[in-house]
């Protein structure tokens, strides 16, 4: 197996492109920012900036596209956001319709690509801490859940909070929230630790994106903003399109995570 954790973000890039790759990323292209996407038709554009400025954990803003284009100029100028992430899905008035390694044909000149912050950015600090990461150990996606906890509203865009997950025990979690802290530009520190009941999860070993992972007896599930968030807005407010990344198969970008980092 190839290690994609010490490959340039354009080495994989170029394989995803060729469907080389069309799985999860989490560890590849190690201290290089993931990034979570979300395309829009320009119409619903303005109502989703004001919802990402409003539900800032859950959506922090890395990059824009101008309506039609598929460059992500901050992030990588030379991609191309219609082929070089492993996986998207295609969600038609709220209802996912399809999951293709390719959106090509599904672009139209007015549609406006957003980028936000991935918690895969922070890991491999957490992982440079001796901090581990139970998903990576154990080749899965990371488990992510819908919340209880209802983001902020904005023109049609409302629905509930969709969080990662990743068991510890509690010193490493004390340590990671002083880690991710520094990172609010991909999701910053957790937002619950502990019980799942407490903000809606009925089953910890059920989640509603990604896989489950192995928690410890002596370990608790500590719980970050995650960028699927748009993916269950998309959902309750059934824009007439949305393109997203698949759960777990973000864009690689080329700007390197310390870069992100506020100290």
């Known amino acids: 197996m190839k290690d994609y954790s010490s490959m340039k973000p354009q080495e994989i890039r170029t394989l995803i492109g060729e469907q080389q ?105 957490l992982l440079a801490s001796g901090i581990p990461i139970r998903h990576i150990e154990e080749n899965r996606n990371v488990p992510m859940y819908k919340t209880n906890i209802t983001c902020t509203p904005a023109g049609i865009f409302k629905g509930p909070t969709v969080v990662s997950m990743r068991p510890m025990k509690a010193q490493d979690a004390i340590r990671a929230i002083q880690i991710t802290t520094r990172f609010p530009d991909v999701h910053g520190a957790p937002i619950h630790l502990g019980d799942p009941s407490l903000i809606g999860i009925d089953d910890i070993t059920a989640p509603d994106f990604g896989d489950a992972v192995t928690i410890n007896e002596d370990e608790i599930p ?42």
């Open 21 to 125: 790759i069309t799985g999860q990323t989490s560890g590849m292209a190690k201290g290089f920012t993931q990034a979570n996407l979300v395309i829009l038709k320009q119409e619903h554009a303005l109502d989703f900036l004001l919802f990402c400025q409003r539900n800032q954990k859950s959506c922090p803003i890395l990059d824009v596209t101008g309506p039609g284009s598929f460059r992500p100029s901050k992030l990588a100028k030379d991609a191309d956001i219609r082929s070089e992430l492993p996986s998207y899905r295609i969600y038609k008035d709220g209802v996912l319709t399809e999951e293709v390694h390719d959106i090509t044909d599904y672009w139209e000149d007015d549609m406006v690509g957003f980028f936000l912050g991935c918690s895969f950015t922070f890991e491999s600090p």
């Open 222 to 263: 500590v719980f970050w903003a995650c960028g699927v968030t748009p993916q269950a807005v998309a959902m309750e407010s059934k824009p007439s399109i949305m393109i997203t990344h698949s759960p777990g198969c973000m864009f690689i970008s080329d700007k390197k995570d310390s870069e992100l980092s506020i100290l």
